[in-house]
């Protein structure tokens, strides 16, 4: 799946913008379940990019949870153990 089609399924189970609502925001459970659909969708999408982006570069995406809700993330070149033997032709893995 490419990131442009992962932000689409987060539009269409989102469609009102939810996600762009304050947290504080007094919402029903249903906003609330389709803004939190819309974060995490759209959230993916940003992580698959920068994979995308680092795809053939030498550098690994690291993802470091900072807390329930936040996380942090940089490129670092590839561990030895972590790089593979041969290319890899297509980076969604189709």
């Known amino acids: 799946m490419t990131p ?5 399924l987060a539009n269409l189970a989102d469609p009102t913008g939810q ?5 504080l925001d007094d919402l029903t459970l249903d906003q609330a379940q389709q803004r939190d659909t819309g974060i995490v969708l759209r959230r ?3 992580h698959l ?4 982006q680092l795809h053939g570069t030498g550098y690994s995406l690291l993802i470091t949870p900072l807390s329930a809700n936040v996380a ?11 790089k593979r033997r041969g ?8």
């Open 72 to 82: 942090r993330t940089s490129s670092w070149p590839t561990p030895e153990p972590h």
């Open 4 to 8: 442009e089609y992962i932000e689409h």
């Open 49 to 52: 990019r920068r994979l995308h």
């Open 87 to 94: 290319a890899i032709s297509d980076p969604d893995g189709q």
């Open 19 to 23: 996600w762009q609502r304050s947290p």
């Open 44 to 46: 993916y999408a940003a």
